[in-house]
């Protein structure tokens, strides 16, 4: 479940220049997921000033091996952290998880860094809410409730979260640490493209994994019913999965060949390139948490048609930043891709309130704060403890 990525030369023990020493667990960096994206944000960002960042690497993703490695790295994983926590004299572990079968697996990694004296921040990336998870089991709703208090703080991505969390684990320290992206200069994006004229198809654009659960299925649908009632609309389709062939075969089913292209995985100037030439970001999916691909889209004043699951409500304003649609109701997706492709000048006042709704709470600045803040707090939480154990020895 994890391999430690190697020390950075002129790290020291205890992290480089007397820094705190955090060790932040998640997948590789160069998978493609909004967590990946997440850890590349933090290991990159002006945190860096303030604590020495090191990441280990955990889960399957971005790992290509056979049955017996995977068993092997299971196994060895555990005392695997335990030596790059004593090796780096790691003052805070920040669990990157989710509220699935990756949670069990990171709480034994929760309990090693206990076990090691370090301070534990859970950070939950979306997911069912916690009561949602067995909702006929009051013994698995206890043991879910003991684990979840494990960690010496939780962090989730939206404020309906955090309302569950409380609730279901009352005393935890549960706080909200939404994602964040650069926010570019306006010039970045071509001078109002929603203006370019009502007789130009509005260009949508979804990127992400291509699976039944992100509402591709009903996306297809949709489009195809508004042009069949004369919009002209037309759909770009960036990510990879598994469900690529039977999406293919829908779009040639409904006679959208010509309307509908896969791009594949699209990544940095590619993917900003793609973004600001769109008109709309379109999202929807039947569960998210807060889809880094949203807040690129919307940072560079792109609108955005999604559903209002997960943190995306938080962000989106329907009828400000966006049209909010029901899950799997290929007819709301329909209907809002009409309202926008028939009003280009709402569609341009959206595209400005998104940027600025990205700037003032979604930025790189916003993050650092946040999990400055978090990394601090559970510094001085452990380094008080050692003290105060000492003061008992002595």
Known sequence: MATPEPIAAGDTLGGAGGKPSVLILGPALGAMSGVSTH???????????????????????????GIAARLARIVSSPFALAATLRALRTEVVHLNTSMNSALWRDL???????????????????????????????????????????????????????????????????????????????????????????????????????????????????????????????????????????????????????????????????????????????????????????????????????TPVGAIRDVVVDGVHGLLVAPREPRAIAQAIEKLAADRHRLAKMGAACRARIASAYSIEHLVRNFASLYSALCGDRRRSASAAKRRVV
């Open 39 to 65: 850890l590349r944000m933090l290991l990159a960002s002006p945190l860096t000033e303030s604590f020495a960042l090191h990441h280990f690497q955990v889960g399957s993703e971005g790992r290509t091996e």
């Open 108 to 306: 034994v990694y929760a309990l090693v860094a206990r076990a090691c004296g370090a301070r534990v921040l859970c950070q939950v990336h979306g997911g069912q809410l916690p009561h949602q998870v067995f909702p006929r089991s009051g013994v698995a709703r206890r043991l879910l409730r003991r684990a979840l208090a494990l960690p010496d703080a939780l962090a989730v991505l939206a404020r309906t979260e955090l309302d569950a969390y409380r609730s279901f684990v009352p005393g935890q320290t549960v706080v909200v640490a939404a994602n964040a992206v650069d926010c570019p200069a306006a010039a970045t994006r071509s001078p109002q493209p929603a203006l370019a004229g009502i007789d130009r198809p509005l260009r949508l654009v979804f990127i992400g994994r291509l699976t039944r659960e992100k509402g591709l299925h009903e996306l297809l649908r949709g489009l195809a019913a508004v042009r069949d009632r004369g919009t002209k609309a037309v759909l770009a389709v960036a990510g990879s999965g598994a469900y690529e062939p039977r999406l293919r075969l829908l779009a040639t089913q409904l006679r959208l060949s010509g309307a509908v292209v896969f791009l594949g995985p699209v990544f940095g100037k590619q993917k900003t390139r793609l973004l600001a030439a769109a008109d709309v970001f379109v999202l929807p999916s039947y569960g998210e948490g807060l889809p880094y691909a949203m807040l690129e889209a919307m940072a560079l004043g792109v609108p955005v048609i999604a």
